[in-house]
């Protein structure tokens, strides 16, 4: 079972995609609910401590707003430990929103300067290229590490 970090790592659409072919999505899922299950971590919607900034310094410089400071430090640590990406562009907010583009700009090139296995496409728009794009999803899946169906 490979870790797949899923772009936009809010989708949970992908991120069940992912899991149904046997392996184990990488996303903000993931990220936060270890955040809010942490001791002396306040309940939502404050689910992030003062640290997490300064963790988030590891992934980006100090001139780098906080927020994508804060944000990194849950996205930056799933990058290191993930083994495959697939970055999903031009999606719907509905699939996925991530709330800033600054720090999709830093993740999209973390994920790109890794060296992983990523598999890139374009949201789909009508049924016929829904087909295309599970399709696609589950041939890239296959071919990871201990790939195969759920």
């Given at each position: 079972m490979a870790k797949?970090?899923?772009y936009p790592a809010t989708?949970?659409?992908l991120s069940d995609l992912v899991a149904r072919f046997g392996h184990k999505p990488l996303g903000a899922a993931l990220g936060i609910r270890e955040r809010i299950q942490t001791a002396?971590?306040?309940?939502?919607?404050?689910?992030i401590t003062p640290e997490e900034p300064k963790r988030?310094?590891?992934?980006?410089a100090v001139e780098v707003p906080?927020?994508?400071?804060?944000?990194m430090a849950i996205y930056g640590p799933l990058i290191e430990e993930a083994e495959a990406a697939i970055i999903v562009t031009e999606a719907d907010l509905a699939f996925g929103?991530?709330?800033?583009?600054?720090?999709d700009e830093l993740i999209l090139f973390s994920l790109r300067?890794?060296?992983?296995p990523i598999l890139e496409l374009e949201y789909p728009t009508n049924e016929e290229e829904g087909i295309?794009?599970?399709a696609a999803v589950k041939k890239f899946l296959a071919g990871l590490p201990d790939g195969g169906e759920a």
């Amino acid at each position: 079972m490979a870790k797949v970090f899923i772009y936009p790592a809010t989708s949970l659409i992908l991120s069940d995609l992912v899991a149904r072919f046997g392996h184990k999505p990488l996303g903000a899922a993931l990220g936060i609910r270890e955040r809010i299950q942490t001791a002396g971590v306040d309940s939502p919607p404050l689910q992030i401590t003062p640290e997490e900034p300064k963790r988030g310094l590891k992934y980006a410089a100090v001139e780098v707003p906080s927020g994508v400071r804060g944000r990194m430090a849950i996205y930056g640590p799933l990058i290191e430990e993930a083994e495959a990406a697939i970055i999903v562009t031009e999606a719907d907010l509905a699939f996925g929103c991530m709330g800033c583009a600054r720090t999709d700009e830093l993740i999209l090139f973390s994920l790109r300067q890794s060296g992983i296995p990523i598999l890139e496409l374009e949201y789909p728009t009508n049924e016929e290229e829904g087909i295309r794009f599970v399709a696609a999803v589950k041939k890239f899946l296959a071919g990871l590490p201990d790939g195969g169906e759920a």
